[in-house]
């Protein structure tokens, strides 16, 4: 399913805990997916990468296949001892316009992709590099995090981890999770007034009716 530009950008300052909120509490990437920076932020379109582990040759033949606006997704064995993503294959995406990169494995050069502003998430960070030996798959779907990611899927990414939003719900849990930012206004509101959390969800009530 295509989704819009503009669709997409709307999804861009959506807390990921929203957006997993939204789909019902799922969506979420294993916990060990981290941006490889705190400040790092993505949002775009899944294209997808199979890769063997500590070998990223295939990346290397995603990146010039990758549409501008999309978010490289990599699955890469779930090995962290060797890095397949760096500071040249960052700076290779930023200057085609892909959004930003997601791997099941590691990414090294931390320092210089902060530098550049370059979002990255990775499951770990290892200075080891990659061999270049074996093609993999692209655009297929796959396994990252723990969560099944198809091509075209949104990947939002922030400092709490990464939330994949199927293709075709992408527009009902847009509007969800918007709905649920603005109360989330509101709750911060009341409770500058001095209303307390247990007050404002009901919960004193849900604990009388549970006989507590």
Not at 166 to 190: D, H, M, S, T, Y
Request: charged share 20%.
């Amino acid at each position: 399913m295509q989704i819009s530009d503009d669709l997409v950008k709307q999804f861009c300052g959506i807390p990921t805990g929203n957006l997993s909120d939204a789909m019902g509490r799922k969506g979420n990437m294993h916990s060990s997916i981290k941006p490889v920076y705190p400040s790092a932020k993505l949002a775009g379109r899944a294209f997808t990468v199979a890769c063997q582990p500590a070998d990223n040759l295939t990346i290397h033949k995603a990146i010039t296949m990758a549409p501008a606006g999309s978010a490289l997704v990599i699955y890469a064995g779930g090995y962290t001892e060797t890095a397949v993503f760096g500071d040249i294959m960052a700076l290779a995406c930023q200057v085609r316009g892909i959004a930003g990169v997601v791997i099941d494995g590691s990414c090294r050069d931390t320092e210089e992709i902060e530098e550049m502003n370059y979002p990255v998430f990775a499951k770990g960070i290892n200075p080891g590099g990659p061999v270049k030996e074996t093609l993999g798959a692209t655009d297929i779907p796959i396994q990252c995090g723990g969560i099944v990611v198809t091509p075209g899927d949104i990947i939002v990414g922030d400092r709490d981890g990464v939330v994949v939003v199927p293709a075709g719900r992408a527009a009902e849990v847009l509007e969800k999770a918007k709905a649920i930012v603005e109360k989330e206004i509101k709750v911060r509101e009341l409770l500058k007034q001095g209303k307390t959390t247990m007050e404002i969800f009901g919960l004193d009530t849900l604990l009388k009716n549970k006989g507590l």
